[in-house]
């Protein structure tokens, strides 16, 4: 029963890769939905 009141709160997160080759530079971002709310953040970045 716990599980079913988070049941309705849903994410979804896609993964996004960034690469920046002349300077050496990349980034792994999460960008996505959550109840709602436009949510991302650097997961790694160099």
């Given at each position: 029963?716990?599980?079913l009141n988070?049941?309705?709160?849903?994410?979804?997160?896609?993964?996004v890769a960034i690469f920046d080759e002349m300077?050496?530079?990349y980034a792994?971002?999460?960008v996505g939905w959550?109840?709602?709310r436009?949510?991302?953040g650097n997961l790694i970045y160099n």
């Open positions: 029963m716990i599980m988070y049941a309705h709160l849903t994410a979804i997160f896609s993964l300077r050496d530079r792994l971002m999460q959550d109840r709602g436009q949510v991302r």
